[in-house]
């Protein structure tokens, strides 16, 4: 079964507006993080922001913002005010505490900022 | 600080040849991973290292890959013999473990072909 699911294989915004990309986790586990990445073109992997399952307040970092929903299972990122650089995969990953270290990934979703 | 370091990075070779792809961790990180990324898979975790020492090897594919972390600065991931189904993008990733919001950075990656 997957565990972490992001339904949007592809997201369009223009450049100021806000965009929500979606992520929906599967986990038994009570405590587990969930943290989202960003993956431009040129292929690196770079941590935007992280979100604690009892954390009590959405997690924010900039224009990035969580909206974590935890008995919907679901947390997804906001992007406030678009840039063109905000073009890129966004991947959703958890890590399950009461197991080991390893982050499971989601599919992507590929956001493109139109100017 | 410098970022996880991962060499080379980009390798193209034939089939059948030996591949050795190198990582440096994030000093003072005590947790390693190798990743595999796919257009067909996306990012899978292969292993990962826990105070030098291998935890979880679940998602190594074959016996044709192997990795090594002789100490806390330096890890190798190996396959041999190089099969064209391995083409993809290797990640190194390190991490402090102990503390829930910590994530996991990535290298550059390199960039596989076999051909």
């Known amino acids: 079964a997957q565990k972490i699911t992001q339904t949007q294989p592809g997201m369009f915004v223009q450049e100021k507006e806000a965009v929500t990309l979606d992520c929906t986790y599967d986990?038994?586990?009570?405590?587990?993080?969930l943290f989202w990445y960003k993956q431009p073109s040129s292929g690196e992997m770079i941590f935007l922001i992280y979100q604690g399952s009892y954390d009590q307040q959405n997690a924010t970092e900039g224009r990035y913002s969580l909206n974590f929903q935890k008995a919907r299972k679901s947390a997804n990122l906001v992007i406030s005010a678009s840039q063109l650089g905000d073009s890129a995969m966004y991947f959703c990953a958890m890590r399950e505490e009461g197991g080991s270290e390893k982050l499971v990934f989601g599919k992507g979703t590929k956001l493109t900022v139109n100017p | 600080d410098a970022g996880v370091i991962q060499s080379p990075r980009h390798e193209v070779t034939e089939m059948g040849q030996e591949v050795t792809l190198r990582c440096k961790p994030i000093?003072?990180?005590?947790?390693l991973f190798w990743y595999r990324q796919t257009m067909m898979r996306g990012l899978e975790l292969l292993i990962y290292f826990n105070n030098n020492v291998p935890i979880d090897d679940s998602g190594m594919p074959e016996d044709r890959f192997s990795a090594k972390m002789p100490n806390a600065s330096f890890s190798t991931l190996k396959i041999q013999p190089s099969e064209p189904r391995d083409s993809a993008v290797y990640f190194c990733?390190?991490?402090?473990?102990?503390?829930?919001?910590?994530?996991?950075?990535f290298g550059d990656g390199t960039r596989l072909s076999i051909l």
């Open positions: 986990t038994s586990d009570p405590s587990y993080g």
């Open positions: 000093s003072g990180h005590n947790s």
């Open positions: 990733a390190s991490s402090k473990t102990g503390i829930d919001n910590q994530p996991q950075h």
